[in-house]
Nanobody, 123 residues
Framework: EVQLVESGGGLVQAGGSLRLSCAAS????????LGWFRQAPGKEREGVSCISSSDGTTYYANSVKGRFTISRDNAKNTVYLQMNSLKFEDTAVYYC????????????????WGQGTQVTVSS
């Protein structure tokens, strides 16, 4: 069974940084889409950033461009999300997910999900 386990969430002040990690098991990273999504209370889940495991093509939501960076380490089967200049509106549960292809970084394209990690940004 495919497993994705996120870590690195927490409480941070506005302007601060966090790095999320997602470790994957039971499948190879050779050619899949990997993504970070988030869901704030009362809002729909949205794509934050996605990356192709094969050629490194990336996607970023407009709201995080220039502040967040996605990366992957295929040898470690791990994908990261470096979040800088965090804002109060970044507060959400962040999920890691995997899909057969990169796609357009929308939740319905991704079938395998982690359990989520809470990110809280205090203003």
């Amino acid at each position: 069974e495919v497993q994705l386990v996120e870590s690195g969430g927490g409480l941070v002040q506005a302007g601060g940084s966090l790095r999320l990690s997602c470790a994957a098991s039971q499948f190879t990273f050779d050619d899949i889409g990997l993504g970070w999504f988030r869901q704030a209370p009362g809002k729909e889940r949205e794509g934050v950033s996605c990356i192709s495991s094969s050629d490194g093509t990336t996607y970023y939501a407009n709201s995080v461009k220039g502040r967040f960076t996605i990366s992957r380490d295929n040898a470690k089967n791990t994908v990261y999300l470096q979040m800088n200049s965090l804002k109060f509106e970044d507060t959400a549960v962040y999920y890691c997910a995997a899909a057969p292809v990169l796609g357009t970084c929308t939740p319905h394209e991704y079938a395998n999900w982690g359990q989520g990690t809470q990110v809280t940004v205090s203003s």
